[in-house]
């Protein structure tokens, strides 16, 4: 059974910083892209960041460009999302999803494939 989950989430002050993970289990991440998304409360899902199968490509969405940083190790088939200087805007369910190609986007209707079921992320003093 193809599964991600993802962990890491938490409440941090504003300016904190917290890593989360993206682990994959019954398919191997080394020939899929993997997108990080979000979704606040009374709001829509948004694209956060995504990398490509081999990690030579990524993207972010422009509010979190510089911040957040996307990686991902094959070798224990699992992605991160680094998130330092996070914002009170930054609070959000937090998800991960990976889809089989070349490139990737942070475009969701691109993911038809494994979702994670999401870490909460809270940014507050």
């Known amino acids: 059974q193809e599964q991600l989950v993802e962990s890491g989430g938490g409440l941090v002050q504003p300016g904190g910083s917290l890593r989360l993970s993206c682990a994959a289990s019954?398919?191997?991440?080394?020939?899929?892209?993997v997108g990080w998304f979000r979704q606040a409360p009374g709001k829509g899902r948004e694209g956060v960041s995504c990398?490509?199968?081999?990690?030579?490509?990524?993207n972010y969405r422009d509010s979190v460009q510089g911040r957040f940083t996307i990686s991902k190790d094959n070798a224990k088939n699992t992605a991160y999302l680094q998130m330092n200087n996070l914002k009170p805007e930054d609070t959000a369910v937090y998800y991960c999803?990976?889809?089989?190609?070349?490139?990737?986007?942070?475009?969701?209707?691109?993911?038809?494939?494994?979702w994670g079921q999401g870490t909460q992320v809270t940014v507050s003093s």
């Open positions: 999803a990976a889809y089989r190609g070349i490139g990737c986007t942070i475009v969701a209707q691109r993911y038809t494939g494994v």
């Open positions: 019954g398919f191997t991440l080394d020939y899929y892209a």
């Open positions: 990398i490509s199968h081999s990690g030579g490509s990524t």
